[in-house]
């Protein structure tokens, strides 16, 4: 079935360390992808998002996404995790075959220690 | 300035009662969705319009209804068939293709 997985529900990671948020898809041709953030009573924010072309992007808050067409992946990377960073993140595809609606997966709720 | 206007915040309801939750947008965007948010679940795509006067169903669109008689407004009606309505709703809007998703700020229903 088509589908996207966020196979991690909850990562703890020490504040100053690195983060990797995975992101698989299973759509035959290659999806727009996107990442959000939620915070807790807030609404979606975007953080990044990839059509076509360099396969590394960056977006806001110092996060960045690489798209891996042979892995069916778009992992969101940041080098140095802030406290302010908790919140859940969920990865996004439009299967560009037919429509425009954003199909989410069931996000990853990440916990910054100190 | 353009946005998304989900009103209200929060709602209550009694079981067995329906509920139109709303969604206007100035965005001039022509298509608008909406999502449920559950715990765990993620957002689930609930119905879609793609042009006026016209949607489709999403993955779980049982016990919900839609209408778009204008570009700006897609309310979404919670009926008495919805099992657990109880939820969060987002609606979202888009302009043309893949682009500029719009995001409402999103009602919480309550049914006791």
């Known amino acids: 079935a088509q589908s996207v997985t966020q196979p991690d529900i909850h990562i703890t990671v020490s504040e100053g360390a690195s983060l990797e948020l995975r992101c698989n898809y299973s759509?035959?041709?290659?999806?727009?992808l996107f990442w959000y953030v939620q915070s807790p009573g807030q609404g979606l924010q975007l953080l990044l998002k990839?059509?076509?072309?360099?396969?590394l992007v960056q977006g806001i808050k110092g996060f960045e996404a690489e798209f891996k067409r042979s892995q069916s992946s778009f992992n969101l990377r940041k080098p140095s995790v802030h406290w302010s960073d908790a919140a859940e993140y969920f990865c996004?595809?439009?299967?560009?075959?037919?429509?425009?609606?954003?199909?989410f997966g069931k996000g990853t709720t990440l916990s910054v220690s100190s | 300035d353009g946005g998304i206007t989900q009103s209200p915040k929060y709602l209550f309801r009694k079981e067995g009662q329906n509920v139109t939750l709303s969604c206007e947008q100035n965005?001039?965007?022509?298509?608008m969705y909406w999502y449920r948010q559950d715990p765990g679940q993620g957002l689930r795509l609930i119905y879609y319009?793609?042009?006026?006067?016209?949607?489709q169903k999403g993955d779980i669109a049982e016990g919900y209804s839609v209408s778009r008689e204008k570009k700006e407004s897609f309310p979404l009606t919670v009926t008495s068939a919805q099992k657990n309505p109880t939820a969060f709703y987002l609606c979202?809007?888009?302009?043309?293709?893949?682009?500029?998703?719009?995001f409402g700020s999103g009602t919480r229903l309550t049914v006791v």
């Open positions: 979202a809007s888009s302009g043309t293709g893949a682009y500029g998703y719009t």
């Open positions: 759509y035959g041709a290659t999806p727009y």
């Open positions: 990839y059509f076509s072309g360099d396969t």
């Open positions: 996004a595809v439009v299967p560009n075959q037919a429509g425009t609606a954003l199909i």
């Open positions: 965005l001039n965007h022509d298509a």
């Open positions: 319009s793609q042009i006026v006067n016209d949607f």
